[in-house]
């Protein structure tokens, strides 16, 4: 008798359910949606296909297919979506919630649970549906997830975390306030059972020195104990890496995926070629957080894109000269500009060497903005030579095959109807993904970032314009 995989039987469970409720339509307790007539791209990387059409009943997808040959649904509500374009919400594969207010950064001061979903909130507006939270969370995140999955259909991004990375004693990572560091193989094989019994959905290690201001790294005899425990666990490793050196190491070890790209030179063919040959993608090449490194003023302050999503008080401290002036005097600062360069050209050479890779933007800590760093980080995987169909299959059908928890990413009957709804075709020009219509999370609407005004007056921030 042929085995059936408990992932694949998951999946079939769901489509059984999701054709059962197409079929019996109409029932009391059923809501079912129709968005017709529009052009739809799936999140598996095949080209857009037009005058579609996209069933939802009780938040989840239930059929996809043209116009012409959609079923008969009792008692659907239809939405006519002519000229619009439809594509499976976002998903930033490297985010850290709760850990700031406006520009300030504390985890003591900022960490709560009303910080967090309302992070998650703005999220949803910017069109980003899920995220990843990469290890700099405290327990309140497990209760916070636990309530998402249990209630199903919510209004906010959903969550899945890394719950307290590990941090080498006195080395690179983490943040202050949040205990997480480990001195020996055995300390770290013990924190990796202790978080992942919580609940944690993978593990994160950093390995970097900051430009050398650290005086170590994580040693490998460490980043080897977390691996290891972490795949005897049932979950995948994920690392903060800097060096060429300790990416090719960390492939070697049998590292799942890599956060951030190699910065200090390019990524060339025996690193790419080990890491197709041994499975490890990259899955964040996080690019928006290296460009802003590169101003002392972000060049986007003014545009109502962003502006809607912060506070004025925080646009007025981005402005200040007397923070672009202690931006200028850090003796980083002219070290980022080759750094943004090395890591543009790393992801071109893993995409050309068939190296998997997603999208995310390590968006969340100070001056690293929620939901709209995911549209820069989209705009700059294009710079670097992806095409925007590529840039998109990443940031949707990528990201979520990374995580089997994850069931949404991809138009399928089946999956969860988070959906982003844009006036423009984002694979013409990536910056259409900002041209966004209508954002749907578990088949609902939820508002908008050109319905939203953060900081002020519903109606302060002026007439939207997408």
């Given at each position: 008798m042929r085995r059936i995989r408990p992932a694949r039987a998951r999946a079939m469970i769901r489509v059984g359910v999701a054709l059962v409720a197409l079929c019996l339509g109409g029932g009391a307790a059923?809501?079912?949606?129709?968005?017709?007539?529009?052009?739809?791209?799936?999140?598996?990387?095949?080209?857009?296909?037009?005058?579609?059409?996209?069933?939802?009943?009780?938040?989840?997808?239930?059929?996809?297919?043209?116009?012409?040959?959609?079923?008969?649904?009792?008692d659907a509500t239809i939405t006519d979506l002519r000229g619009k374009f439809l594509m499976p919400g976002l998903i930033d594969s490297h985010v850290h919630l709760g850990l700031v207010d406006g520009v300030d950064q504390s985890f003591t001061k900022y960490y709560d649970r009303a910080n967090v979903e309302e992070q998650l909130k703005l999220y949803a507006a910017y069109g980003?549906?899920?995220?990843?939270?990469?290890?700099?969370?405290?327990?309140?995140?497990?209760?916070?997830?636990?309530?998402?999955?249990?209630?199903?259909?919510?209004?906010?991004?959903?969550?899945?975390?890394?719950?307290?990375?590990?941090?080498?004693?006195?080395?690179?990572?983490?943040?202050?306030?949040?205990?997480?560091?480990?001195?020996?193989?055995?300390?770290?094989?013990?924190?990796?059972e202790r978080e992942t019994a919580k609940g944690d959905d993978f593990v994160k290690l950093w390995m970097d020195d900051e430009f050398g201001t650290v005086a170590k790294r994580m040693p490998y005899a460490v980043s080897t104990a977390v691996i290891d425990a972490a795949h005897k666990a049932g979950k995948k490793a994920a690392a903060h890496i800097f060096y060429y050196d300790n990416a090719a190491e960390l492939t070697r070890e049998g590292i799942d995926v890599f956060m951030h790209q190699v910065r200090d030179r390019v990524a060339d063919p025996a690193l790419t070629a080990a890491m197709k040959r041994r499975g490890t993608w990259q899955l964040a090449s996080t690019l928006s957080r290296e460009a802003s490194f590169t101003y002392t003023l972000l060049p986007f302050v003014d545009e109502p894109f962003f502006a809607r999503g912060v506070a004025p008080s925080t646009i007025a401290t981005l402005k200040s000269q007397e923070r672009q002036q202690k931006l200028a005097a850090s003796p980083l600062f002219p070290k980022y500009p080759p750094v943004l360069r090395n890591a543009m050209a790393s992801l071109a050479a893993e995409a050309k060497a068939g190296v998997r890779y997603g999208m995310g933007t390590d968006s969340g800590p100070t001056a690293r903005f929620p939901g709209y760093f995911a549209h820069w980080?989209?705009?700059?995987?294009?710079?670097?030579?992806?095409?925007?169909?590529?840039?998109?299959?990443?940031?949707?059908?990528?990201?979520?095959?990374f995580l089997r928890e994850n069931e949404s990413g991809v138009l399928k009957p089946g999956k969860w109807a988070d959906l982003l709804v844009l006036d423009r075709d984002p694979t013409r020009d990536i910056r259409n993904t900002r041209a966004i219509s209508a954002v749907y999370v578990a088949g609902r609407k939820v508002p908008t970032i050109w319905e939203t005004c953060v900081g002020r007056a519903a109606d302060a921030c002026g007439a939207a314009k997408p």
């Open positions: 059923a809501e079912t949606v129709v968005l017709d007539h529009v052009t739809l791209f799936d999140g598996t990387g095949s080209a857009p296909r037009a005058d579609q059409a996209l069933v939802m009943t009780d938040g989840r997808i239930t059929w996809v297919g043209p116009s012409g040959r959609r079923p008969i649904t009792a980003v549906t899920s995220v990843y939270t990469l290890g700099t969370d405290g327990d309140l995140i497990h209760q916070v997830i636990a309530d998402q999955r249990r209630v199903g259909r919510i209004e906010t991004a959903r969550a899945y975390t890394a719950g307290r990375g590990v941090v080498y004693k006195d080395s690179y990572g983490g943040v202050p306030g949040l205990e997480q560091s480990v001195a020996t193989p055995a300390e770290a094989t013990a924190m990796v980080e989209l705009e700059l995987m294009v710079k670097a030579g992806l095409t925007p169909l590529q840039a998109l299959t990443a940031a949707t059908g990528t990201n979520a095959s």
